[in-house]
């Protein structure tokens, strides 16, 4: 036994194959609550420098020009449309090496309007803003201010865009920000941009986050070792005939699926068609949910149909009917207390 725990030792931290596997497991955890227990495998000032490295590396992957053009369908299909060739919607599953989860295509992407919690001073899970609005489908979008991973899921981090209007802007000083939306075409913008070239793009939807995995039909994270770990998934992209394609990968379920990393992620949107592609809130708010507020998926979160959030992409048969108020109207982020519940 001693002989066993010795090579091991020296294979896990010595090897190059055994420092991929450690390396890939410290990003694993960094995805996690946990994130400061990955220095028992890096050292402290590898956690720094990994996480570092990533935060280089996600803006690096956000800044080549975007120049992919859609096709829009001339009579985009309804699903309450019997002599519809397809529906708005469909849900395929896909599996992988140790995840399970499933890919949400919608075939009118101006179909989709990112929508906010009703009330003041919390998030609302996506079930009830699916429920609520009457939509077809839905799936998390942007991150939030968490303090010790127990936030209460109402102030978003960034931007939150929707029907062209700024509804939250906690950018600070900072004029520019890695985006994840729409525009007003139903074409896809994923990268990093201003709020100026948001605007002047005609942008509809839209939240921060990152990292944008595929541009102009090619991938830009090279192997698993750049995937940023194993973790549950949500990821948006778009194909050159303008359908939207939402990856959902449940995680952090040992016998079920333990999660994907964001090659992965990039792989199955590249087989799927995908000519753009972007990372969204992952974790445990990944969350995919059918029309009625059921949910498809599996979350890792604790509570029934996921956490409170900030926003959802919900998909709606008439979008412009749906009202959405601007829950932040008045407040600045010094306004909000994301711990208060």
Not at 33 to 54: C, F, N, P, S, T
Not at 111 to 120: N, S
Request: charged share 20%.
């Amino acid at each position: 036994m001693v002989v066993l725990a010795l090579a091991f030792a020296i294979w896990f931290f010595v090897t190059p194959s055994g420092t991929s596997v450690r390396y890939r497991l410290a990003d694993a955890i960094i995805t996690t609550q946990h994130r400061d227990y990955a220095k028992y495998l890096i050292g402290k000032e590898g956690l720094e420098a990994r996480v570092a490295a990533y935060a280089e590396q996600f803006k690096d992957m956000g800044e080549e020009k975007d120049t992919h053009e859609i096709a829009l369908p001339a009579d985009a299909p309804h699903e309450d449309d019997a002599t519809a060739s397809e529906p708005l919607t469909s849900v395929e599953e896909v599996d992988g090496k140790g995840y399970h989860g499933y890919l949400l295509t919608v075939s009118d992407p101006t179909k989709i309007r990112l929508v906010v919690p009703e009330k003041a001073g919390k998030g609302e899970k996506v079930p009830s803003m699916v429920k609520r609005t009457g939509a077809i489908a839905g799936v998390n979008a942007g991150g939030f201010a968490d303090p010790n991973w127990q936030g209460n899921g109402f102030q978003p981090i960034g931007l939150v865009i929707t029907q062209g209007k700024i509804y939250y802007n906690g950018l600070g000083k900072n004029s520019s920000t890695q985006i994840v939306g729409l525009d007003k075409n139903g074409k896809m913008i994923a990268g990093h941009y201003s709020i100026k070239e948001l605007l002047d793009l005609g942008i509809s939807e839209a939240v921060s986050f990152e990292p944008r995995i595929i541009v102009n039909g090619k991938g830009l994270i090279k192997n698993h070792a750049n995937g940023w770990g194993i973790a549950p998934r949500t990821v948006m992209g778009q194909r050159a005939d303008g359908k939207i394609l939402f990856l959902i990968i449940d995680g952090r379920q040992i016998g079920y699926s333990i999660g994907a990393d964001l090659y992965d992620c990039q792989q199955i949107m590249l087989e799927h068609g995908a000519v753009i592609a972007a990372n969204l809130d992952g974790g445990s708010s990944t969350v995919l949910v059918k029309e009625g507020g059921e949910l498809v998926n599996k979350p890792s979160s604790k509570g029934e149909g996921g956490r409170y959030l900030p926003t959802a992409f919900l998909v709606f048969n008439d979008p412009a009917s749906v009202d959405v108020p601007n829950v932040w109207a008045g407040l600045t982020p010094q306004d909000i207390d994301p711990s208060k519940w």
